[in-house]
């Protein structure tokens, strides 16, 4: 999260908001979650910051308060409107009641939700949405307006998964023969739809292993912390310098017990949760194909209808036909839908064209920084042990001579 004297310019370069001739800025803070409500109606809400000195804002800050409804909003507006672009990802609701409001879980929803409004605000197209400003300066009276109204142009927006299966039923309609299968087969396209199911496999193998590594380091925390506590009961029982020995190889292995949850929360916060996120912004991305296919799809069919229209129209000049310029209008009208849907698709494949390098620039410098603090984490965390257990050596060697 940016500190307050600094923030990200549009660029990506730091800046100082107090400076007047500093580039554009656009950063946004997601802060101070308060649980509101009781039971089924409870939910969390948000402190969400805005610093900018763009000219399309209000002013320089701009405090609202938004919960997670209001962010699934912003997002899927996004995604309606932006077609072709990878709309960052969302973290994902809780499931178990238990689980909704800990404080564990509270802190890793409000760290996604900075990071989801940040790559919004940082993106050269998104950060222009108008949708994206009224997220940031709306009033809650006017957000609850604009989240619950229904315009008639947008559904209400799809579940990602329920895309998927949408897009897997088509499939199986075209193998059995339902519906004849209309893709895109470009080397690139293939290229690239190899890369990111690849990458989404080997990404949640990663992250599967890095949950693995969390629960280990709090499984063995609390082993250490039982293991403290029987030594010091069984030194309590012993003559010096034997208990006094073991009173402190107990106090050793709490210590430890504490380290190890402590390391284990940051594994969990600086590389397990990266490693999630990027399953999910893989599956954003996933989404954004299958957005490309239908529009591919419709490309083709409409070209085809357009071919068979001009040719319906030929044959009745030849036959100087009565219907000609009913045809001729049928034609000019499916003509205009199929170059508007050709610019679409086009227009689709050239942002995934500019996205996809984005996205894997941001994904190195992204997943760098969470392998080094995960390696860095780690041999702080062995050098601690090393050392805890050395100390202790002398004075159980001197305790076992005596």
Known sequence: ????????????????PRSPSSLPY??????????????VQAYISYRVITKTNLPEYQGPEKIVIRRYSDFVWLRDR?????????????????????????AEFIEMRRAALDIFVNRIALHPELQQSEDLRTFLQADEETMDRFRFQETGIFKKPADLMQMFRDVQSKVSD???????PVEETTAAYEKLKHYIFELENHLAEAQKHAYRLV???????????????AVK???????????????????????????????????????????????????????????????????????????????????LMLTRSDKVGEAEIEYREIKAESEEATRRFERIVTRMEEEIVRFQEQKTEEMGVAFHQFAKGQARLANSIADAWRSLLPKLEASSTV
């Not at 999260?1 to 100082?16: F, K």
């Not at 656009?26 to 039971?39: F, H, I």
């Not at 430890?256 to 390391?263: A, P, V």
């Not at 990266?274 to 070209?303: M, N, W």
Request: aromatic share 8%; proline share 4%.
């Open 1 to 16: 999260m940016e500190s307050t004297e600094q923030t990200r310019s549009i660029s990506g370069s730091m800046q100082s």
């Open 174 to 180: 075209a193998v059995l023969g339902k519906e004849k």
């Open 26 to 39: 656009l950063s946004v803070s997601v802060t101070d979650p308060v649980k509101l409500g009781n039971g």
């Open 215 to 229: 629960k280990r380091h709090r499984e063995l925390g609390q082993s250490l912390l039982d293991f403290g506590k």
């Open 78 to 102: 996004l995604f309606e409107k932006y077609k072709g672009i990878f709309i960052p990802p969302l973290p994902e609701k809780s499931a178990v009641e238990k689980f909704r409001f800990s």
């Open 233 to 315: 009961l069984f030194g309590a029982c012993e003559g010096e310098p034997t208990g006094k020995a073991f009173s402190d190889l107990g106090t050793k292995s709490e210590l430890l017990s504490i380290k190890l949850q402590k390391e284990a929360q940051q594994v969990l916060m600086n590389f397990e949760e990266p490693l999630k996120d990027y399953v999910r912004y893989v599956q954003s991305i996933k989404a954004t194909i299958a957005e490309r296919g239908t529009a591919f799809k419709q490309h083709c069919e409409l070209a085809e209808t357009t071919k068979l229209k001009e040719i319906n129209l030929d044959k």
